[in-house]
């Protein structure tokens, strides 16, 4: 074999990928295996948003790696800390020295006959492509474009003679100082920006067509710190884990099961914290139910604590156009900026947008159905690793990456060269994702389509996860290995 073949190939370092190669080095330690990085550092999602106050949307216990406990006392926390906690944890398990950094994955094909695939890879300093070989390639990529962010055709945008910026795209050096911002968006990205950028600014107006469902969190766990002190750290860590995983369970099934009640336990709250008149309530009341579109937590209620100082204000309404010192809106109010903060959303570019060919057959990912939500029907020695859109994205991504580690392990003792995953023809497809979130819905299309029973069904719950991943056998009628 040459040198540029490994056993496993894991595209991206970002949460998923680091925690990809650590189950392929912990479960198969005689395998070879590389992370290919297209960016020139590890982090993903941690190192590209560089926005003012940018921060966890879920708690650190689950968001954080089972193997390595998340010691810091903040529940939420902001995007350097976290970048470092994946760095020291790809330090202390030796995973950083198997990163190439400044490699992007372009396409791939499975030789039928060889049972390997070729990638090509596009070393993005030297602007050059080389091919890599491997027996089984792992995608941690993530769903969303890093290059750019979606961004609307606002009407007249030219006209306007301040800062455009898009949080994906953020200008570091970018000075706010008493100036006034308007943030488009009403979604975790805006509610995050929102207290950081008070701090300077002279004024912040969240201008949104629609509100979002808004929950406070306590910054400092109160339990945790309970536990800590009277277990070790890794026995603490995994109580504070499932006391967060059980709670979070709990409230998304009390918000689908009961919209009503939760909607008005939510809306009551808020009202109650900012003392505010029904007509101030609109703001923040939904015409969908709650979870319908992920939920949007703030810790300490840093978020309303804006709201009430005045420093920052909500306005709800459609921009009618652009003008030069400004947004002109449909009811004829002109907000005035400075800086316009376009935080409309993700775009989304699934598998890191290659193309994967089988035996130079272009195959349309649409078409194929999730085998447990970590392989693709029809497609052999090939993973996808996906999170949960209704808790924190590594829980699931961690069971997906256990379990493709025992497979991989599972063909070492058993010489078996290939595992493939074949649907059964009667398969009625569904939406990947149960979402009616705007970035979810303009990009679904793309996705893959779930079926409606296991293997090929998605859950979204860890517990019914833990049966799917470790309790049920590697082998099943959905699943054919070869030699």
Same mark, same amino acid.
């Given at each position: ?16 990928? *680091? ?63 976290? @970048?470092?906690? *994946? ?9 950083? %020295? ?15 006959? !060889?049972? $390997? ?18 027996? +089984? ?48 968006? &009403? ?19 969240? @201008?949104?067509?629609?509100? =979002?469902?808004?929950?406070? /969190?306590?910054? $400092? ?23 967060? /995983?059980?709670? &979070?369970?709990?409230?998304?099934? +009390? ?12 809306? %009551? !709250? ?50 009618? =156009? ?31 947008? $290659? ?7 272009? /195959?349309?990912? &649409?078409?194929?159905?999730?085998? !447990?939500? =970590? ?51 009667? *398969?009625?497809?569904?939406?990947? $994702? ?12 793309? +996705? ?31 699943? %054919?290995?070869?030699?």
């Amino acid at each position: 074999m040459n040198s540029n073949h490994k056993d496993v190939l894991i595209i991206g370092a970002g949460l998923s990928g *680091i925690n990809a190669a650590y189950q392929v080095q912990n479960k198969c330690p005689d395998h070879t295996y590389l992370v290919l990085e297209a960016r020139e550092r590890m982090g993903g999602t941690w190192d590209l948003f560089r926005y003012p106050g940018i921060r966890s949307d879920s708690d650190m216990y689950t968001l954080g790696f089972p193997f390595r406990p998340w010691l810091e006392d903040k529940v939420m926390a902001d995007g350097p800390t976290i @970048l470092k906690y *994946i760095e020291d944890t790809a330090n202390e398990f030796g995973i950083d %020295k198997n990163i190439l950094y400044s490699h992007k994955i372009v396409s791939s094909s499975w030789s039928s006959v !060889k049972q $390997i695939w070729t990638v090509q890879v596009e070393l993005v300093k030297e602007n050059k492509i080389v091919e890599m070989t491997c027996n +089984f390639l792992i995608m941690c990529s993530g769903y969303y474009d890093y290059d750019e962010g979606y961004a609307p055709k606002f009407p007249n945008i030219n006209d306007f003679k301040g800062k455009f910026v898009h949080p994906q795209k953020w200008d570091e050096g970018l000075d706010y100082s008493d100036k006034n911002i308007v943030v488009i968006g &009403s979604g975790a990205t805006a509610i995050t920006l929102i207290p950081s950028l008070a701090k300077k600014a002279k004024l912040v107006t969240m @201008l949104q067509r629609s509100p =979002s469902y808004i929950a406070n /969190i306590p910054q $400092i766990d109160p339990a945790a710190g309970k536990l800590k002190k009277i277990f070790s750290k890794q026995v603490a860590h995994h109580l504070i884990r499932w006391k967060n /995983i059980l709670y &979070s369970m709990y409230i998304f099934i +009390f918000c689908r099961v009961f919209p009503n009640m939760a909607k008005k336990e939510i809306l %009551k !709250k808020i009202q109650v914290t900012l003392d505010a008149t029904p007509a101030q309530m609109k703001h923040f009341t939904p015409d969908y139910n709650p979870w319908s579109q992920r939920l949007c937590m703030v810790p300490d209620n840093d978020f309303f604590n804006v709201l009430k100082s005045k420093k920052a204000v909500i306005v709800t309404d459609h921009i009618a =156009s652009m003008t030069e010192d400004g947004i002109k809106l449909k009811s004829g109010e002109l907000l005035k900026a400075d800086i316009i903060v376009s935080a409309t959303g993700l775009k989304i570019k699934f598998l890191a947008g $290659i193309q994967i060919s089988i035996d130079d057959e272009k /195959i349309n990912i &649409s078409k194929t159905t999730p085998y !447990k939500a =970590s392989m693709l029907s029809g497609i052999p020695n090939f993973a996808m690793i996906f999170g949960y859109t209704n808790a924190s994205w590594t829980l699931k991504c961690s069971l997906a990456t256990e379990w493709i580690g025992k497979v991989l392990l599972h063909m070492k003792k058993n010489n078996l060269k290939t595992v493939r995953p074949e649907k059964h023809p009667q *398969i009625k497809p569904a939406s990947l $994702i149960n979402l009616s979130s705007g970035y979810i819905k303009r990009a679904e299309h793309l +996705f893959p389509k779930q079926g409606q029973k296991q293997p090929w069904k998605i859950n979204q719950n860890y517990i019914l996860d833990i049966l799917v991943y470790r309790i049920r056998p590697i082998r099943d009628k959905g699943l %054919k290995f070869f030699k």
